[in-house]
């Protein structure tokens, strides 16, 4: 079962062992020519590597939860910094590059599509490229976002469509939009797909996240 690194410490051979978000602990060996893993060796490759999936055997297999050492009683082997946690900073800068790519394909929607298809037709396509740029993001950005685990994933998805209805509604206000013209984008009956749009952010970071488990 693919599993999420979460953090590491060092057996009493030295050798370094991920922790898995499932409670299981695996060896992470840079052994050449048998086992090449170089990034293990080094503090940035380790810290690149939290989030990243590795095959959980133990889970497959019904194990226990493995014992971990308890941080403070071997401050030299155990590397737990950051281990777990979300980097709120990363997942905002994320989407502010979202926000950004968003922006610019909105006014290239409002001059060049617009006036050819219609105003609400033209918002409704604009909800189908508008999550392709989403899913880009999302997937180019992931390993730097290394978020931990399903939960950090939705969490970060959360984050993202607060974020997004906060920048709308400020944008709407700012450009003196009524309140009509703001929901009709989110009320299906009158033909606005951004609820869409929004559930499909909500879903990305984790859906790149098993797609890039799955290629491996
Ligand atoms: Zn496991």
């Known amino acids: 079962m693919q599993r999420h690194i979460c953090g590491y410490h060092r057996d009493t051979e030295d050798d370094w062992v991920a922790e898995l978000d499932c409670g299981h ?3 992470v060996r840079h052994n050449p020519p048998w086992t090449n893993r170089r990034w293990v060796t080094t503090h940035a490759g380790r810290e690149a590597h939290i989030g ?3 095959n959980c055997v133990k889970c497959d297999e019904g194990a226990p939860r493995d014992w971990l050492p308890a941080p403070h009683a071997h401050d030299d082997t155990v ?3 950051g281990a777990g946690a979300i980097r709120w900073g990363r997942v905002i800068a994320v989407w502010l590059l979202i926000a950004l790519a968003e922006s610019v394909h909105g006014t290239l929607r409002q001059l060049f599509l617009a006036p050819v298809v219609g105003d609400m037709p033209a918002r409704q396509m ?9 899913f880009l993001v999302t997937w180019l950005c992931g390993r730097w976002m290394a978020l931990p685990g399903r939960r950090a994933q939705l969490l970060a998805g959360a984050c993202w469509v607060l974020l997004t209805i906060a920048f ?3 944008v709407g206000l700012a450009l003196g939009y009524s309140a009509e013209r703001m929901l009709s984008d ?4 009158q033909g606005g797909l951004m609820a869409f749009g929004l559930l499909f952010m909500f879903g990305s970071p984790w859906l790149a996240a098993r797609l890039r488990d799955a290629r491996g």
């Open 25 to 27: 602990n695996q060896h």
């Open 52 to 54: 990243s999936a590795l």
């Open 79 to 81: 590397w737990r910094k």
């Open 126 to 134: 604009a909800v189908l490229s508008g999550s392709a740029i989403i």
């Open 168 to 170: 709308e509604v400020g």
């Open 186 to 189: 989110y009320d299906l009956r």
